[in-house]
């Protein structure tokens, strides 16, 4: 879905769940039915290659089970709901702190590893 180029400038965007979230999402309401990725994506109004590209990511973390040209939610509701917790835990705490910056991450870094990360008879 487009955005004015204003927003765009601004930054004003709008905060839309991601598509996986949203398969993730279409698939668990309607866990008694399995679903095309043409079904899916018109569901979702996204395009096919976008959803085929999440239903990939997602039966890989075993998030979602495919037969034949369908697709349907894991039977395991624990499962689910524990990889979007922590999903949405993550988005709650960049919220908080503004995410974590690569660079500052690097440069805070120590110079010379944890012990426990040392190999045997390498001194700090």
Not at 39 to 58: K, N
Not at 87 to 113: F, N
């Amino acid at each position: 879905m487009p955005v004015s180029i204003d927003d765009f400038e601004s930054g004003n965007l709008p905060n839309r769940a991601s598509v996986p979230e949203r398969v993730v999402r279409y698939l668990s309401d309607r866990r008694d039915k399995a679903f095309t990725r043409s079904e899916i994506a018109t569901a979702i109004d996204e395009d096919p290659t976008t959803v085929g590209t999440a239903l990939s990511r997602l039966k890989d973390r075993d998030l979602v089970r495919h037969k034949g040209e369908y697709w349907a939610i894991v039977a395991d509701r624990d499962r689910v709901a524990a990889a979007y917790d922590l999903h949405a835990a993550t988005d709650r705490l960049d919220e908080a702190d503004g995410g974590i910056d690569p660079d500052e991450w690097q440069a805070a870094a120590p110079e010379t590893p944890h012990p426990s990360e040392r190999s045997d008879g390498e001194d700090g």
